[in-house]
């Protein structure tokens, strides 16, 4: 499958864990087969922006945010996209608690 099925594919799983949903019950609020999401997760479906969409909806997010920083050049190794996607899947508060860790790491580096 493409790229971008897997980058899609990983973000939604990153939303569902986030959000403490089975696959199952992230199923039952897109309409969508507990299969198909598994499949999609994991990048195997290339899947229709009307499933996209009835599964950001189920999570409650925009449908954007699946697709932010999407196509800007960056790979699946890339640091900076692996660092946006683990903190995109974070709460408010935690992404917080994450970049002042960061910031005070940082003062100590090379030192």
Known sequence: MSEISKFIGQRIRNYRTQKNLSQEKLAEAAGCH???????????????????????????????????????????DSIPLKCYEFLSAKTKTEQEHLYRMLIEMDKYKSK
Not at 39 to 66: D, F
């Open 34 to 76: 507990p299969t198909y999401i598994g499949q999609v997760e994991r990048g195997e479906k290339n899947a229709t922006l009307e499933s996209i969409e009835k599964i950001a909806s189920a999570l409650n997010i925009p449908l954007s945010q699946l697709f932010e920083k999407l196509g800007d050049g960056e790979t699946a």
